[in-house]
């Protein structure tokens, strides 16, 4: 009987953490739908940012030397690899995408981590990654047009789909 009420715990627990991961995934999913053209504006070269992509298993070598060919701006060619990660989207690449190697080549994309990290509810989901290191790294390696942040909005994963911030 007392193994009884542990196994029941155990299903309860790990059913909270099932809500809870698909909590994340879908406040992450609509944040990322939302971050698209930031994320896109950040990544101001093609290396390392689709190769990651490419070794990590996240885009196919396709559409890898497709995304090499083009003749579209940077950007652009990210938008459009973003949109097509979207429609597959795993947690994992948000991991990859804010991995050191990535905020390191790409300061900007500082801004949007954090925006992510206050969306997701499970702290510990992203490598730690403190202000201090990020601060560090974007004075070590400056951007032309490194923005603030102001314009990315953040709702909260419990606030009720149907309402919208009005203004901005």
């Given amino acids: 009987m ?6 029941l715990s155990t299903r309860t627990s790990s059913g909270d953490q099932n809500r809870s991961h698909m909590q994340d995934h879908e406040a992450a999913l609509e944040h990322f739908r939302k971050c698209k053209v930031d994320i896109s504006d950040a990544i101001q070269r093609p290396f390392p940012f689709f190769e990651l992509l490419r070794d990590r ?9 497709e995304s090499r060919r083009k003749r579209n701006s940077v ?3 990210v938008y459009d690899v973003l949109t097509e990660l979207e429609e597959k989207f795993d947690l994992s690449l948000l991991r990859e ?3 050191k190697v990535m905020m390191k ?4 994309l500082k801004c949007i981590y954090k925006s992510f990290r206050d969306v997701i509810l499970d702290k510990n989901f992203f ?11 974007s004075a070590i390696e400056p951007n032309m047009e490194q ?9 909260s994963p419990d606030k009720n789909k149907g309402e919208r911030e009005v203004g901005s």
């Avoid at 007392?2 to 196994?7: F, L, P």
């Avoid at 298993?57 to 030397?65: A, K, R, S, V």
């Avoid at 080549?105 to 900007?108: G, Q």
């Fill in 97 to 99: 995408l804010f991995s």
């Fill in 147 to 155: 923005g603030d942040c102001d314009h990315i909005k953040i709702e």
């Fill in 2 to 7: 007392a193994s009884g009420g542990s196994d």
């Fill in 75 to 77: 950007q652009e060619v």
């Fill in 127 to 137: 490598p730690e990654i403190d202000d201090e290191e990020l601060e560090e790294r």
């Fill in 105 to 108: 080549n790409y300061p900007n």
């Fill in 57 to 65: 298993g996240f885009i196919t070598n396709e559409t890898y030397e």
